[in-house]
């Protein structure tokens, strides 16, 4: 069973920035990426990324501002966040899949962590 775990989620100000990671179990995962889903909201796309060509999307919320990056060898996803704002607040979940190429939906990731709490506020 595949499993993965998120960290660096935390509190913050406005302006800040913030590292997440996620640890795969797994080692041949292919398209990884992070979603959010903000309090009260529904669960919304961040960013992914392939294995083989590191291919990168970015949701509109992220683009400019935060960079998915991940280390194959060591089976690690992050998100490093930069200028941080209050509507950036959401539980951040790290999300794998079996399959290869860019993907936006949710529902084609397999494989889900728990989520790590970001919150940022003055």
């Known amino acids: 069973q595949v499993q993965l775990v998120e960290s660096g989620g935390g509190w913050v100000q406005p302006g800040a920035s913030l590292r997440l990671s996620c640890v795969s179990s797994?080692?041949?995962?292919?398209?990884m990426g992070w979603f959010r889903q903000p309090p009260g909201k529904e669960r919304e796309f961040v960013a992914t990324i392939t294995r083989l060509s590191g291919e990168t999307a970015y949701g509109d919320s992220a683009r400019g501002r935060f960079t998915i990056f991940r280390d194959n060898d060591k089976n690690t996803l992050g998100l490093q966040m930069n200028s941080l704002e209050p509507d950036d607040t959401a539980l951040y979940y790290c999300?794998?899949?079996?399959?290869?190429?860019?993907?936006?939906?949710?529902?084609?990731?397999?494989?889900w962590g728990k989520g790590t709490q970001v919150t940022v506020s003055s």
């Open positions: 999300a794998g899949s079996d399959t290869e190429g860019i993907i936006r939906w949710p529902t084609s990731y397999e494989y």
């Open positions: 797994a080692t041949n995962l292919f398209t």
